[in-house]
């Protein structure tokens, strides 16, 4: 299966509402980084990919139609490369609110990551530290990666082939790029900050 839609916006952009919305505009399955969790035998691939050994882009992520979020979202040159008719989407939002949305999620994840989470925390790491910027306590560092990536897609990507999308935008800009109708259910809105942290036991922020 090859990707019709290659996500390149990073994690904290509404990649899990995406994820959903495009599971049900495409009928197929969406890759997203939890998929991981579900699914470790997916992780030595990506590792690979995250430590410098070759990976077949054609295949990967196999048995998808789609992809967004980390860890693929660092791989869109090799993705949108061996998907060469497939939509780049980069979600996108405004910087501050998306360290701010990232400091109280998974950043606190790379700080303190749970037992059975460790080794795959620490590829993360790895991955920001190549491809991102992995001075999680930074904001500024932060913000100025996530600036950087957001223009590395633009620069790279023609606009032909290219989405930029907002979650506040809905349905409407992917439907119209995908040449599909716009579903009659409400844009699937979801794994909000206090939603994703009470996942994982933590407290509410006031």
Same mark, same amino acid.
């Given at each position: 299966?090859?990707?019709?839609?290659?996500?390149?916006?990073?994690?904290?952009?509404?990649?899990?509402?995406?994820?959903?919305?495009?599971?049900?505009?495409?009928?197929?399955?969406?890759?997203?980084?939890?998929?991981?969790?579900?699914?470790?035998?997916?992780?030595?691939?990506?590792?690979?990919?995250?430590?410098?050994?070759?990976?077949?882009?054609?295949?990967?992520?196999?048995?998808?139609?789609?992809?967004?979020?980390?860890?693929?979202?660092?791989?869109?040159?090799?993705?949108?490369?061996?998907?060469?008719?497939?939509?780049?989407?980069?979600? +996108?939002?405004?910087?501050?609110?998306?360290?701010?949305?990232?400091? *109280?999620?998974?950043?606190?994840?790379?700080?303190?990551?749970?037992?059975?989470?460790?080794?795959?925390?620490?590829?993360?790491?790895?991955?920001?530290? *190549?491809?991102?910027?992995?001075?999680?306590?930074?904001?500024?560092?932060?913000?100025?990666?996530?600036?950087?990536?957001?223009?590395? +897609?633009?620069?790279?990507?023609?606009?032909?082939?290219?989405?930029?999308? *907002?979650?506040?935008?809905?349905?409407?800009?992917?439907?119209?790029?995908?040449?599909?109708?716009?579903?009659?259910?409400?844009?699937?809105?979801?794994?909000?900050?206090?939603?994703?942290?009470?996942?994982?036991?933590?407290?509410?922020?006031?």
């Amino acid at each position: 299966m090859t990707l019709k839609v290659v996500g390149a916006g990073v994690g904290r952009t509404g990649t899990h509402s995406l994820k959903l919305a495009l599971e049900m505009l495409l009928g197929e399955p969406c890759h997203h980084m939890i998929e991981l969790f579900s699914d470790p035998l997916q992780v030595p691939g990506w590792t690979d990919a995250i430590e410098g050994r070759p990976v077949d882009w054609s295949t990967m992520p196999a048995g998808y139609s789609s992809l967004v979020d980390w860890p693929g979202a660092s791989f869109w040159p090799e993705l949108s490369t061996a998907n060469p008719d497939a939509l780049v989407l980069l979600s +996108v939002r405004d910087p501050e609110s998306w360290y701010r949305s990232a400091a *109280n999620t998974i950043f606190l994840v790379f700080a303190d990551p749970p037992p059975e989470m460790r080794g795959w925390i620490d590829t993360m790491r790895q991955l920001f530290q *190549n491809r991102f910027c992995d001075r999680i306590d930074d904001p500024a560092a932060m913000m100025d990666a996530f600036e950087r990536h957001n223009a590395a +897609v633009r620069n790279e990507i023609p606009s032909t082939r290219l989405l930029e999308w *907002n979650a506040n935008e809905g349905w409407e800009p992917l439907c119209e790029r995908l040449g599909l109708d716009i579903p009659q259910e409400a844009f699937p809105r979801t794994n909000s900050t206090q939603e994703w942290r009470a996942n994982l036991g933590m407290p509410e922020i006031g």
